[in-house]
């Protein structure tokens, strides 16, 4: 299995406050991603990743920030989370996802009150 | 219109037999991946296509790129493989993905 792990697994919080998902990778791939999934949607891209300090938005960006700082942890934030956000969100990675695998952490479900 | 369309959205078969899910989508892309995602699980791999043809034991998956398309077919249908399954595509280093095929297989 491929080293991707998430934290926190489980999160209940209150609108407002700050939530900040980690991704952490132990395969040095480039690329790493942050989805949402909701029941209906599928899985949408929030941001993704493409190198140390290299990212870019994806469909469902607002209100969501993100930072990579090593090549092996890529951190979502919620600045003032709300109910709205209320999701499941999963990490991805991949060496390069036009020619490579993709590899998935296993979700984090947050609850924002 | 979603770039991405899976058909069906819902499957029921019953054990045995020979199930076909459907992706089409609407852009240019450099790769399509399916994925499956077990109930309250999480998600595999379970290709990656640029061309032609793969297999893996039970599943098939081909795609097809000048007519955008592609095909998960699962051979001797088994209740384990029930799951959803997720197509998804790659267009510019991001992934583009389907909402997905629910497939239930009976004993």
């Known amino acids: 299995d491929a080293g991707i792990t998430q934290s926190p697994r489980h999160k209940v919080t209150e609108t407002g406050t700050p939530v900040t998902l980690r991704c952490h990778q132990t395969e040095n791939h480039r690329y790493m991603y942050w989805y949402r999934q909701d029941p209906g949607h599928g899985l949408r891209l929030i941001h993704y990743s493409y190198g140390v300090k290299d990212t870019d938005k994806g469909e469902v960006s607002d209100g969501y920030s993100v930072s990579r700082s090593k090549t092996e942890d890529f951190l979502l934030t919620l600045e003032s989370a709300t109910s709205s956000q209320t999701s499941v969100y999963f990490c991805a990675i991949s060496e390069d996802p036009g020619s490579g695998e993709l590899f998935f952490g296993e979700g984090s479900r947050l609850t924002v009150l | 219109k979603n770039e991405v369309e899976q058909s069906p959205q819902n499957l029921t078969a019953q054990e045995g037999e020979f199930i076909t899910i459907n992706c089409s989508y609407s852009?240019?892309?450099?790769?399509l991946h399916w994925l499956q995602q077990h109930p309250g699980g999480g998600i595999v791999s379970l290709f990656m296509l640029s061309s032609g043809k793969k297999k893996h034991g039970r599943l098939i998956a081909t795609i097809n790129i000048q007519e955008k398309h592609s095909s998960l077919h699962i051979t001797a249908s088994h209740p384990r493989d029930s799951a959803v399954y997720i197509c998804?595509?790659?267009?510019?280093?991001?992934?583009?993905f389907g909402t997905g095929t629910r497939l239930q297989v009976f004993p």
């Open positions: 852009v240019g892309i450099s790769a």
């Open positions: 998804a595509v790659c267009r510019t280093d991001k992934l583009i």
